[in-house]
C-alpha cells in the first residue's frame, strides 16, 4: 500500500505551481551554465526557503547527469526531532509539485537489517525541510528516469556514530548506479542563532563569516572526516548538516572509488554589518570520481 509524504512545504518555502516551479528550477539551472558529467555522483547543497538558497543550490544540481543513475540516498540533517541515530522513512513515496519520487523499499529493508537505524514516523518526515528542499531539484534533473530515493534523517550523532555510518553505507559508494544528495547550509551567524563568532582582522563580519565558511569548505574538499571535527571544535561553526556532512565524508574513505568534493558556489543570504544583523550561508558542491 502507498504511503505518501506530501510535499508539507511546498506554497511556504517555495512555489506550489507546477509550472512556476520547473521554470524557476530550469532558470537557475540554465544560469550556473555547468556541464553535464556522469562522474559526479554525490553533492552537497543548501536547504533554505527557494527565494535564499534556490540559485546556489542549482551548483550543486547542474552538473548530474541522470543517465546510469538509478538510486539517490538523501542525506538530511533533523531540526525538530531529536535522535541519536539515522531514521529511515516509512513513506512509500515523496510527492513533490513537479513529479512524485518512490523510495527504494528493498534499500531501506537492507538497512534497518543492519540494527543501526530507525524508522520516522509521517508526521516527523512530514515536518522536517532538509531533505524536501532537494526533491524539487532531484525530480526535475532526473525527469523522465526511474529513479528511487533512500531518506535518511541524521540524528545528533556522536563522533564514532558517523564513522559507524559511513562504514555502513560506504559500499553503496562503490556502486556507479548510486548517487549521494547531502543536505546543509552553512553558517548561522547573529543573535537569533546564539552564534556571533567575529574576527575584526578580516574586516566587516560577512567578510569574517566568509572566512570561517570557507576554512570549513577547504577541509570538507580535503576529504578528512577528523580534520572537520576539529575544525568545528574549534570553531563552533553553526553548519546545521555537520552530520550528513561527516557520515558522507567517512562513506567516501571507506569506499574503494576516489571521490573529490569540490564547492562551486558560495552566497549569504544577507551581508551582516552589525552585531544586530543575521544571516545564513550557502555552499554548493559535487562529488566526482577521481582519476
Not at 518526515?125 to 531533505?131: F, L, R, Y
Not at 577528523?226 to 552530520?243: M, P, V, W
Amino acid at each position: 500500500m502507498e504511503k505518501i509524504r506530501k510535499a508539507s512545504h511546498a506554497g511556504s518555502w517555495y512555489t506550489d505551481n507546477p509550472q512556476e516551479l520547473a521554470e524557476q528550477l530550469d532558470g537557475w539551472l540554465r544560469a550556473a551554465g555547468l556541464a553535464k558529467s556522469s562522474d559526479v555522483r554525490g553533492v552537497i547543497a543548501p536547504h533554505a526557503g527557494y527565494s535564499y538558497s534556490g540559485r546556489a543550490a542549482a551548483y550543486a544540481f547542474g552538473n548530474i547527469d541522470p543517465t546510469n543513475i538509478f538510486r539517490i540516498f538523501l542525506l538530511g540533517p533533523s531540526h525538530h526531532y531529536y535522535t541519536p541515530k539515522c531514521a529511515l522513512s516509512r513513506a512509500t513515496i515523496y510527492k513533490t509539485p513537479i513529479g512524485d519520487l518512490p523510495i527504494d523499499e528493498e534499500v531501506n529493508d537492507e538497512l534497518k537489517a543492519t540494527g543501526h537505524f530507525e524508522y520516522m514516523d509521517v508526521r516527523v518526515d512530514e515536518a522536517e525541510h532538509s531533505m524536501e528542499m532537494h526533491l524539487p531539484y532531484l525530480a526535475k534533473v532526473f525527469q523522465g528516469y526511474p529513479v528511487k530515493i533512500v531518506p535518511i534523517l541524521v540524528g545528533a550523532l556522536s563522533a564514532e556514530s558517523e564513522a559507524l555510518y559511513g562504514r555502513l553505507l560506504a559500499k553503496y559508494v562503490d556502486d556507479s548506479k548510486n548517487f549521494f544528495s547531502v543536505s546543509s547550509d552553512f553558517c548561522h551567524w547573529g543573535s537569533r542563532f546564539n552564534y556571533m563568532h567575529y574576527d575584526k582582522s578580516h574586516g566587516a563580519i560577512y567578510k569574517s563569516i566568509e572566512v570561517l565558511d570557507k576554512m570549513g569548505m577547504d577541509i570538507i574538499e580535503t576529504g578528512d572526516p577528523d580534520a572537520f571535527k576539529q575544525y568545528l571544535s574549534e570553531t563552533d561553526n553553526t553548519i546545521c548538516g555537520r552530520h550528513p556532512i561527516s557520515v558522507f565524508l567517512h562513506m567516501l574513505k571507506n569506499s574503494s572509488t576516489k571521490i573529490k568534493i569540490r564547492f562551486l558556489r558560495y552566497e549569504q543570504s544577507g551581508q551582516c554589518k552589525s552585531m544586530r544583523d543575521s544571516s545564513v550561508s550557502y555552499a554548493s558542491a559535487v562529488g566526482k570520481v577521481d582519476g
